[in-house]
T-cell receptor
Framework: QQQVKQSPQSLIVQKGGISIINCAYE??????FPWYQQFPGKGPALLIA?????SEKKEGRFTISFNKSAKQFSLHIMDSQPGDSATYFC????????????FGKGTMLLVSP | DVKVTQSSRYLVKRTGEKVFLECVQD?????MFWYRQDPGLGLRLIYF???????EKGDIPEGYSVSREKKERFSLILESASTNQTSMYLC????????????FGPGTRLTVT
């Protein structure tokens, strides 16, 4: 019930294409959904986050779409660039007390030139 | 610029050795976390701390312990290292208020032979 399921495990997209990474959760008590980006040799860094009271959030080329009824959320990277090649993690957080993040297993994105 | 530093980037230890992994943050954050990252398994929480001398078990605490004697420092201890503890270890910190935004260190790749 605490899991966040992420797919695909890896993704290859051509430069200029759209990268789409999907996540699903079961626990309806999750109340915050961040995405993290990790480049090789670095720790993950917060990319963008959304609360379930909005259906979409956009920051530059990165958009989170949220479907509360389906308990799914996704990251879209528009006009994907080779510099976007990284591992992406979705996560979920309970909005209560000393809550921690539950991470998906990650998606390794390669944007080919 | 915010910073989380980890004492070593690479570490090689022998089975049965006691191993200390140190993490320091300079952001005056209340929360600190230890994760391990393995291919295909994503980020798994080992322990976290929301205050000095406080610690909470994460999802995989077996074989590990932690120490937080000062606010800025959080140590992960492997009492008797085993080969199945070979992994990348990531430390992170966050404020109490914005606890979904975790700042990660660069990681320590530990090999136990």
């Amino acid at each position: 019930q605490q899991q966040v399921k992420q797919s695909p495990q890896s993704l290859i997209v051509q430069k200029g294409g759209i990268s789409i990474i999907n996540c699903a959760y079961e626990n309806t008590a999750f109340d915050y959904f961040p995405w993290y980006q990790q480049f090789p040799g670095k720790g993950p860094a917060l990319l963008i986050a959304i609360r379930p009271d909005v259906s979409e959030k956009k920051e530059g080329r990165f958009t989170i779409s949220f479907n509360k009824s389906a308990k799914q959320f996704s990251l879209h990277i528009m006009d994907s660039q080779p510099g976007d090649s990284a591992t992406y993690f979705c996560a979920a957080k309970l909005d209560s007390g000393y809550s921690t993040l539950t991470f998906g297993k990650g998606t390794m994105l390669l944007v080919s030139p | 610029d915010v910073k989380v530093t980890q004492s070593s980037r690479y570490l090689v230890k022998r089975t049965g050795e006691k191993v200390f992994l140190e993490c320091v943050q300079d952001m005056d954050h209340e929360n600190m976390f230890w994760y391990r990252q393995d291919p295909g398994l994503g980020l798994r929480l080992i322990y976290f701390s929301y205050d000095v001398k406080m610690k909470e078990k994460g999802d995989i605490p077996e074989g590990y312990s932690v120490s937080r004697e000062k606010k800025e420092r959080f140590s992960l201890i492997l009492e008797s290292a085993s080969t199945n503890q070979t992994s990348m270890y990531l430390c992170a910190s966050s404020t109490l208020q914005w606890d979904y935004e975790q700042y990660f260190g660069p990681g320590t790749r530990l090999t136990v032979t």
